[in-house]
């Protein structure tokens, strides 16, 4: 199974595959702000790719729109309601 290893708080969690980031951590006891919902359309649950962006996803129009108009790059930046794990492999976060 993929895991979304969390840098910053030395953990890491199981996820499946089209899991969100959010999904994995909530299921786990780590809460994210949220403002909008988990719709994408704000920042505020965004999470740093340290490694293993190729484990996820690629962003889709509404979450990609909202990140370059906020100044972030998809590549290292995403929002953790959106980031969805392909089960490819591991993805290393740091949390804001």
Request: glycine content about 10%.
């Amino acid at each position: 199974m993929p895991k979304v290893i969390v840098a910053n708080i030395n953990a890491e969690f199981e996820g499946i595959e089209n899991e969100t980031i959010m999904q994995i951590l909530y299921r786990n006891g780590i809460e994210i702000d949220s403002a909008c919902g988990g719709h994408g359309q704000c920042t505020s649950c965004k999470v740093l790719i340290i490694s293993g962006s190729e484990n996820l996803y690629p962003a889709e129009f509404e979450e990609k729109d909202t990140l370059e108009e906020n100044g972030m790059d998809p590549e290292t930046e995403r929002l953790s309601c959106q980031a969805k794990l392909n089960g490819k492999g591991d993805v290393v976060i740091y949390l804001p």
